[in-house]
């Protein structure tokens, strides 16, 4: 199915939401490390693409990077109080850093994207609303189950790959 086919587009690519959303708030967390040139652009587009939800917050975890990336970060959180900022003192790697992300995030729909730009930001409403289309939102799980020795759990966190 191409998700682009079954939502209505609004003029800057934000998917419309749907009249009966059950999705108003969203988390996103963005693992970074020696990221400093793609803060700023990735987040002027996910400050677009997330700006009509009723709340969002977007998680940068800083992987240990030895560039000006967390100074860029706290740069711009100043002006957006919607961007939170995590660091680890030494490299993790991105898995630990996405799980440090999902750890403080508030919301209950969380959405991962690469520090780099790979991913764009705008498909996060196509996302959205293909998971508000679904029959029983709450049951959706975007991502593998995780079970780990200790017991099952799910992965609450997708990379957004449409």
């Not at 609004?10 to 793609?38: C, F, K, L, W, Y």
């Not at 560039?67 to 961007?83: A, C, I, K, Q, V």
Request: with cysteine; hydrophobic share 40%; charged share 20%.
């Amino acid at each position: 199915m191409n998700l682009r086919d079954d939502v209505q587009l609004q003029p800057g690519g934000r998917a419309a939401p749907p009249a009966a959303s059950v999705i108003h708030a969203v988390t996103a967390v963005v693992p970074a490390h020696n990221e400093a040139p793609n803060i700023g652009p990735l987040v002027e587009e996910l400050g677009a693409a997330l700006g009509g939800l009723s709340r969002f917050e977007v998680i940068y975890v800083d992987d240990g990077s030895s560039d000006e990336t967390w100074r860029e970060l706290e740069r711009l959180s100043r002006e957006r109080p919607w961007l939170k900022l995590l660091r680890h003192e030494t490299c993790c790697g991105q898995s630990t850093a996405i799980r440090t992300g999902v750890k403080a995030a508030r919301e209950e729909w969380i959405v991962t994207l690469d520090g780099d730009g790979q991913n764009d930001p705008a498909d996060i409403g196509l996302l959205l609303a293909a998971a508000a289309g679904h029959p029983a939102p709450g049951e959706l799980q975007l991502g593998p189950s995780v079970k780990p020795s200790g017991g099952a759990c799910f992965n609450r966190c997708s990379t957004l790959g449409l």
